[in-house]
């Protein structure tokens, strides 16, 4: 990269950071289709604070009736050692990007399995896997079909300016173990938080040179020294995962900086990031405009799980 | 440039023509401010057909009106040897860029030097200058005041959408020998044309590197052999310019490429550029986006003026 590159880079990115504000937007109702309309075209986020205050999910979601509902239906589980589906790792042979172990377990199965490593009930050691139910194939309208009457079947503002209906709608369940890594996606993205809360790590695509993206050889993870069936579904807590290269060979260009750890792998650029950070409790929705990298912990409720909706 | 930065940009480049349509939309009527912002989200060109047919400019503009409002008001007119006002000029020490030499005359001498150059009642020879009326500083509400009446003072759909008053809007006059060269502005562009034809090349932002911008000395045209008061605005009809470098000298980035001569000055990536072209009508309105390239071109109604009007 020559002199003049970097250069024009960082002007860019300062420029951006200038003349943008520092932070989320907050509006304290849904926007009109021409308000939201604004914010695409300018590719800026926002929250509605308690924005699905009133939908049934956020009212009436709770562990009773989601067991009521879905209790031994079928879904599927992202199964890690530290919480850590779809992000890069660092072994011995370098860095990689790790995909979960899959399996399909009954609902109430893979909420005990939450609740109980969130409440401490279980004593943490590395065969306890961290559960994300984290698919992203549209499975409230699939899988989680039963809870799918509980929330609008598009959100009217972005249904009216985008002139389409949702993509995919998608359930999230999990607990404080899982992070989600820092990437992006090429959708426009309303994400609503039901239980508990999660906080938002957001990067402007004006910022991609800062995130150190670099090619990473695909692995998943596989349960080590198991008999055949256990990869067939089994308890689910007593299972050692390690990761295993894809074959046939294959790699994933991926962000391998973090901004909560900004001294590890950073670019040159690293240090010119100014991160935006936001909290959503429940009942709270989130414009993600597509492209904008995210991070995203979270924080459970009383109940020991989080539970989330977004439309793509 | 790396092998994989030019293979980057060309893919870019690639990728837009792929999944945008090779021509500017067309609308037969004004778009809600919802539409426009969809248009203003993609970046995205428009053209409504007659979409300011019904303005009093374009039903009441033509050479006697004109000169009955306007005909002794003093104007700010741009004088070039060849109509480059703004534009690259290939000199025996290299490109500069020219800006025009600025005289005010009186409204009615401006239109007839205009109507007499482009009906051929002058032998066109190196002293007629070329006029253009083409000041963007907000001049139909300064000096063309008196005309401000004929047109909306807003565009509404765009008034609402992007929540502001219009920045500036001018009126340009000039005949067939005025060409404004391939260059971007930072601003959001709807144009209309009120008589005679206006023909856009225009290219989109991710087409930036096949313009071969390049900082040219900048440079102004001004009399020669002329006594000192034919600057203060003389017969303007027997005026010979030739360009001067500014003092103290200063440069301007500009594009060197020109889309009509693309085999002239190309950068690598020059021969990947698709340009659109539309050409208006009287009536007709252009929505041109913010950072787009655009080259323009105009023939004349059978008066021997091209007018028009935008609102940035």
Redesign the interface.
Known sequence: ??VA?CDAIRELILAYQEFNPPNVNELEEQPS??EF??Y??QNRPFVVRKGAAGWKACKEWDIPYLLSIMKDQKVQVAKTPFGNADAPLMTGDGMIFVKPFEEHEAFAQVLAALQAREQGTLLPHVKDPVCYAQTQNDNLRNEYGNLFADVPASVPFAR??L?KEPDAINFWMGNSHSTTALHRDPYENIYVQVLGRKHFVLLPPVEAPCVNESDLPAATYAPVGCPAQCKQGGEGLDLLLEPKLDEPSSSVPFATWDPDLPDVRPTRFSHLSRPYRVTLDPGDMLYLPALWYHKVKQSCSEQGICVAVNYW
Chains 1, 2 share one sequence.
């Open positions: 990269m020559t590159t289709a021409l309309m604004r695409v075209a009216i300016a002139q």
